[in-house]
């Protein structure tokens, strides 16, 4: 039993009809599903969840195995094989694509720039955080660093999703930007999913993106932090 991620292979869907395939104490899960339910730093979807007449919002989606969970904010009656229809906020969704991906168009020309490497990102409905080694960095080279990443994303670039098997993987590892190839090893089971930023940006990743680096919009410098040591620390948002 499993939920299909429709997200993955279209960012855009922004509801579907499913059946109810699990019932849980605190939501259910479908056959398939447009909730993101969370990870890699990308927050779950809300929304509202339709069953004949009536219309309940949905406050949180996880993930339990290979399946998606949907909780309503308010109790529900529902039972396996009942038809559903999940309707996401498209709206927050649709500025968190947005700002997942200029996080993607900032680490790729902080990298061109003086070679560093991501240490962490968050993203949240109306802002995005991210981190990098660079004892040396200060305000005004932040700064610098998010309007060269306006000038990247205006240029539209592609923005491609697609699988790879692991040995593929492997092949084209050479592509990643990353210290240690090694530590995806664990994941390399079954298909990855790879998304490809025209020719500046290549991660595994299972969030969603916009089509084109031309729809964030602008990015905007919202504040820099010392964090510790070596860490340094970037908040953005996205306008309008
Ligand atoms: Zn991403």
Do not use: C
Request: glycine letters at 8%; a negative charge.
């Amino acid at each position: 039993m499993q939920t299909e991620p429709l997200y993955w292979t279209n960012s855009y869907l922004k509801s579907v009809k499913a059946s109810v395939i699990k019932v849980y104490e605190d939501g259910f899960a479908t056959d398939k599903t447009v909730f993101y339910p969370g990870g890699g730093g990308q927050p779950f979807d809300t929304g509202w969840v339709a069953i004949d007449s009536g219309k309940w919002e949905v406050v949180k989606v996880y993930r339990d195995g290979s399946l998606v969970v949907h909780v309503p904010g308010e109790s529900l009656e529902v039972s396996v094989g009942d038809e559903v229809e999940l309707f996401i906020d498209w709206e927050r969704r649709y500025r968190i694509m947005r700002l997942h991906t200029s996080l993607h168009v900032l680490s790729a020309v902080m990298y061109e720039r003086s070679g560093y490497l991501i240490t962490g990102s968050q993203i949240y409905e109306d802002r995005a955080r991210i981190d990098f080694p660079a004892e040396e960095m200060n305000k005004e080279m932040a700064m610098e660093i998010v309007e060269e990443a306006n000038k990247v994303a205006s240029q539209g670039h592609q923005v491609e999703v697609f699988f790879v098997t692991p040995e593929e993987a492997r092949e084209m590892k050479h592509l990643f930007r990353v210290a240690d190839f090694s530590k995806y090893e664990k994941y390399m089971t079954g298909p990855l999913r790879v998304v490809k930023i025209g020719d500046i940006d290549i991660q595994f990743d299972g969030g969603t993106h916009v089509r084109n680096t031309s729809e964030i919009g602008r990015i905007k410098f919202l504040k820099y932090e010392s964090k510790g040591r070596r860490n340094r620390r970037i908040y953005i948002t996205v306008e309008p």
